[in-house]
């Protein structure tokens, strides 16, 4: 089993519509990475949270350190959401241990 | 802003060649990483620099060597290329420290034949 799952695999939404990604992990964490990855290839980091919630737009990141759960939110999604997102837990110091995406798809 | 720059962005190499693959970045980082992307896992870490001058395994090593160059850079080199080194590369930098965010580079897309 993976240290860190995400769910679901896929996602597909309706413009506008509000999604939820899912991030549970069976370790020990300082804090956790949500990453965005664009058809392009390119990954670019959305949050870093070690308690509670951040916002940013239209993107809100939740965790639960007792339940080892965190969720990423989209409000009113747009189809430049499309894209593969990453859950990355940091167990010390910096390294990262990733999730295997979930590749989200926003049609107009 | 460049960021943490990456070359080359393609390569197609036959079974036993060599390269190196480029890192570097303008943003004073202390640390480096190299990781490879496979279909259907996580990125997962081959080598890391926590400051210049030192260098560590990651999870999946065999088959590569790295160097620090200087501070910016950072360097991945595949001696004897084998089928099973096909991936996506990604370099990433971040200040040292814990909890600190990590900024990728673009990525290298390598087939070996």
């Known amino acids: 089993k993976n240290e860190v799952e995400q769910s679901p695999q896929n996602l597909t939404a309706q413009e506008g519509e509000f999604i939820t990604i899912n991030c549970s992990y069976s370790v020990g964490i300082s804090a956790l990475h949500w990453l965005q990855q664009h058809p392009g290839g390119g990954i670019v980091s959305l949050f870093m949270l070690s308690s509670g919630k951040k916002k940013h737009g239209r993107l809100i990141a939740t965790i639960n350190i007792q339940e080892k759960h965190s969720s990423l939110h989209i409000t009113a999604s747009h189809p430049r959401d499309s894209a593969v997102y990453i859950c990355?837990?940091?167990?010390?110091?910096?390294?990262?241990?990733f999730g295997e995406g979930t590749q989200l798809t926003v049609n107009p | 802003n460049a960021g943490v720059t990456q070359t080359p962005k393609f390569q197609v190499l036959k079974t036993g060649q060599s390269m190196t693959l480029q890192c570097a970045q303008d943003?004073?980082?202390?640390?480096m990483y190299w990781y490879r992307q496979d279909p259907g896992m996580g990125l997962r870490l081959i080598y890391y620099s926590a400051s210049e001058g030192t260098t560590d395994k990651g999870e999946v090593p065999n088959g590569y060597n790295v160097s620090r160059l200087n501070k910016r850079e950072f360097s991945l080199r595949l001696e004897s290329a084998a089928p099973s080194q096909t991936s996506v590369y990604f370099c990433a930098s971040s200040e040292a420290g814990i909890n600190q965010p990590q900024h990728f580079g673009d990525g290298t897309r390598l087939s070996i034949l």
């Open positions: 943003m004073n980082h202390n640390s």
């Open positions: 990355a837990v940091i167990r010390g110091g910096s390294r990262l241990t």
